[in-house]
C-alpha cells in the first residue's frame, strides 16, 4: 500500500535530495543520452527553448530535447550541478556548483548567479560568485529575477538582470513563482503567500491548496502541486481547478511561454498542453496520452 507524504515529509524528501546534489560532479555521460544514462537522475529545472527544443537542468549539466526526442548533452560539456534555473526573455540564469569541466572563473564551490544568452554554449558570471547556490531561482520577461540562496531563507530581488540585489521577507519556502506583473508567489508551510511589493511582504493567498511546488504563466495562472498528487491550476475568478495527477514527487515544474506545463516526476518528463499528456521517456521516444 503507497503512503501519500506529509507536507513535512515533502520538505523532508526536498531537502535530502537536494543536500546530496551538494558535491562537485563526476564525470558525465556521452554527448548523446541513452536509456542507460543516469544523468535524468537528478533533474533539477526545465525550461522551453528556441522552436520545440526543451533544455533540462541536471545534476551533471545542462541538456537539450529536440523536437523529434532526441537528447543531447550535456552541453559544451559543462557538467555543472545546475541547482536552479531560469529563462527571462531568452536568457538563461542559474546556480548550483561547478562540475570537472566548468570554467573555473564561474566559482567554487558555489556558482552564485551565472547567465547564458546562447542556451548554454557558454556562461557569465553575474553575482554572489563562488559564494552562494540559489535552489529557488525564477524570473520574469521584463529581466526581474527573485530567489532564495543558501546563506539565507530571505527572498532576494534583482530588477537589473542580476547585477544588483535587494533583500526582501525572511519567509521559509519551498518554492517560489514570478508573474509578469512583478507578482511573487511563495509555497510554504502555512500555504501559498503572495507579495506584491516585489517580496517585502507577503500575505497568505485565500482558498488556495497547500502546495509544494508551484509557478506561475506570464498571466498570473499559478500552477502547482500538492502533497497529495493532484496537480492544480488557479483560475481568473480565484478558484482553483485540478489539472491532473502526478506521479510521486515532482523534481521540477515550469509553467512554458507556450502555455504548456512541464514537469518532472516518477514517469519521466512529462509536458501537459491542450491535447494532453506526453510522456518524454530518457531514450528520446514520446508516448502521447490524451
Known amino acids: 500500500m503507497s503512503r501519500k507524504p ?6 523532508t524528501v526536498l531537502g535530502l ?3 546530496g546534489c551538494s558535491e562537485i560532479a563526476g564525470p558525465g555521460p556521452a554527448n548523446t543520452l541513452g536509456a542507460e544514462s543516469d544523468a535524468f537522475v537528478h533533474i533539477h529545472g526545465l525550461e522551453e527553448g528556441a ?3 526543451l533544455l533540462v537542468a541536471t545534476h551533471v549539466g545542462l541538456y537539450q530535447i529536440d523536437s523529434a526526442g532526441t537528447v543531447t548533452g550535456p552541453i559544451s560539456g559543462n557538467q555543472a550541478d545546475l541547482m536552479g534555473l531560469t529563462s527571462s526573455d ?4 542559474a546556480s548550483g ?23 548554454g554554449q557558454s556562461w557569465a558570471p553575474v553575482a554572489f560568485t563562488g559564494v552562494e547556490d540559489f535552489h529557488i531561482l525564477d524570473s520574469t520577461s521584463n529581466g526581474r529575477l527573485f530567489g532564495v540562496g543558501s546563506a539565507s531563507p530571505a527572498v532576494r530581488v534583482s530588477t537589473d538582470g542580476g547585477l544588483s540585489w535587494s533583500t526582501g521577507a525572511d519567509l521559509p519556502m519551498v518554492d517560489l513563482a514570478s508573474a509578469a506583473d512583478g507578482v511573487l508567489y511563495a509555497a510554504t508551510e502555512r ?12 500575505s497568505i493567498l485565500p482558498d488556495a491548496p497547500l502546495l509544494y511546488t508551484l509557478d506561475a504563466f506570464a498571466d498570473g495562472t499559478l500552477v502547482g502541486a500538492d502533497t497529495e498528487g493532484v ?47 506526453t510522456i518524454i521517456t530518457q531514450d528520446g521516444e514520446q508516448d502521447g496520452h490524451s
Not at 556548483?97 to 572563473?105: F, M, N, Q, R
Not at 507579495?195 to 511582504?201: A, I
Open 191 to 202: 500555504g501559498v503567500q503572495v507579495s506584491r511589493d516585489e517580496g517585502v511582504t507577503f
Open 17 to 19: 535530495s537536494l543536500a
Open 90 to 93: 531568452g536568457t538563461l540564469f
Open 51 to 53: 522552436g520545440d527544443a
Open 97 to 119: 556548483h561547478p562540475g570537472t569541466d566548468t570554467p573555473v572563473e564561474l566559482g567554487t564551490p558555489n556558482l552564485g548567479i551565472i547567465r547564458s544568452d546562447d542556451a
Open 231 to 277: 496537480l492544480w491550476r488557479s483560475s481568473p475568478d480565484g478558484g482553483w481547478e485540478k489539472l491532473a495527477e502526478t506521479h510521486g514527487p515532482l523534481s521540477a515544474l515550469t509553467a512554458g511561454e507556450s502555455g504548456a506545463v512541464l514537469l518532472a516526476d516518477d514517469r519521466g518528463i512529462v509536458r501537459i498542453d491542450d491535447t494532453g499528456e
Open 6 to 11: 506529509t507536507f513535512v515529509s515533502a520538505l
